[in-house]
Every structure is written in C-alpha cells, then in structure tokens.
C-alpha cells in the first residue's frame, strides 16, 4: 500500500525558532498533499493544500508568512512553521493523494511540535 | 460537504461485531461516504468508503441506508487494537471538492477485553 512518512516524528525547539516538517510519499507520486494540525482532545483541522509545483492554498485563518509550505517535487512537501510559539504547539499530519487516484489520501504518521 | 453526526464515544467487547453509526441526512447525490480512524498519536488509516451499494474490504464493511441518509461501519471482529477514534466523512466527487477531507467529531471506539 502506500506509504507515507514525516519528519521529524517529534521536535522541540524554543520560542522564537523555526521548525520544518518534512512529509514524503514512499512508493508513489503525490501531485496533493494536505497538511492538518490536531489540538490534544480534538479533531483534525486542514491547514493547506498543496499542489506540485504551485502555490498552496491556505484554509481561512491559518497565516501563510508563518506557515511555509513548499511542495517542489512529486514526493516531498515540507511546512515549515516560522518564529514558533508555544501556542503553535500542537500535532502537526499531512496526507498525500496519488497522480491519477482520486478517492484515497493517504496519511503520514504525524509530527508532535513542542514550543517551549 | 455534508455534516455528518457520530455519537461521542461507544464501547465494545473483544471479539464481538462493533456498529458504528453515523447520520449525513443532508449528504447530496455526487458526495461519498468514506470512514477513516485514528489510533491514538497516529495518522488518520483509511478504512472504507461507498456511494450507495454496501461495500466490503478486509477490515470493515460499510452499510449505507437507501435513502443514503445514515449509513453503519461494521468491524465484524473487534479486536483491542481496534481501539480508536473513527471519523464518518461526507465528501463529494474530488474536482468539485478539492479532495479536501473534513474531520467531525469522530466516535472514540474503546473495544473491552
């Protein structure tokens, strides 16, 4: 099946710093990929959706100067969360959709961002 | 896409069939239904998902009213590791909704030995 993996798995860092998040897709091409961030206790939320070569769509509220998303190849999107704060905190997933599926996404394992 | 409602929490005992319902009585003709859990700090696994005949894989079956109203994700043998939050979406074709997914609720699944 496919497969797709992130990194780091978990990260602190201070507040102030920056902190990327890679999501790759394994065994197949990704022109899709969603990120979502997950609060303790509550459900997924999607951030932005990225497309292959083009810039991501941001969902309403979420600040693109402080959430990078960069999707330059087929099986890479990293999101990189600029001047973190401890309210950044949170449990950050993204997905992937196969080139030319459309009815799976399939769900990296997840990146627990801790800002001290 | 349509709201879906799942009851917050259900318990089931090892080994028995686990019925998890869901309502979406405003689902529209072109939307899915499409089931997704989440083991505790993981990512979402996808499970099934149907438009309106039942459908059957190796992990769940899913049955979807007539009307498409409602529709029930059977585990036929829960096992613990079953154990986790199960998201019902209702998600229309993918052009017309950007593939997006929209997480609800979910009912968090506890199977019991």
């Known amino acids: 099946g496919a497969v797709v993996s992130q990194h780091p798995s978990r990260v602190i860092c201070k507040s102030g710093t920056s902190v990327k998040i890679e999501c790759r897709s394994l065994d197949f091409q990704a022109t899709t990929m969603f990120w979502y961030r997950q609060f303790p206790k509550q459900s997924l939320m999607l951030m932005a959706t990225s497309n292959e070569g083009s810039k991501a769509t941001y969902e309403q509220g979420v600040e693109k100067d402080k959430f990078l998303i960069n999707h330059a190849s087929l099986t890479l999107s990293t999101l990189t969360v600029t001047s973190a704060h401890p309210e950044d905190s949170s449990f950050y997933i993204c997905?992937?959709?196969?080139?030319?599926?459309?009815?799976?996404?399939?769900f990296g394992p997840g990146t627990r961002l801790t800002v001290l | 896409d349509a709201k879906t409602t799942q009851p917050p929490s259900m318990d089931c005992a090892e080994g028995r069939a686990a019925n998890l319902p869901c309502n979406h009585s405003t689902i529209s003709g072109n939307e899915y239904v499409y089931w997704y859990r989440q083991i505790h700090s993981q990512g979402p696994q996808y499970i099934i998902h149907g438009l309106k005949n039942n459908e059957t894989n190796e992990m769940a079956s899913l049955i979807i009213t007539e009307d498409r109203k409602s529709s029930t994700l059977i585990l036929p043998h829960a096992t613990l590791r079953d154990t986790a939050v199960y998201y019902c979406i209702v998600r229309a074709t993918i052009k017309a909704a950007g593939n997006k997914l929209t997480f609800g609720g979910g009912t968090r699944v506890l199977v019991k030995p």
């Open positions: 997905s992937a959709r196969e080139a030319g599926r459309v009815d799976e996404q399939f």
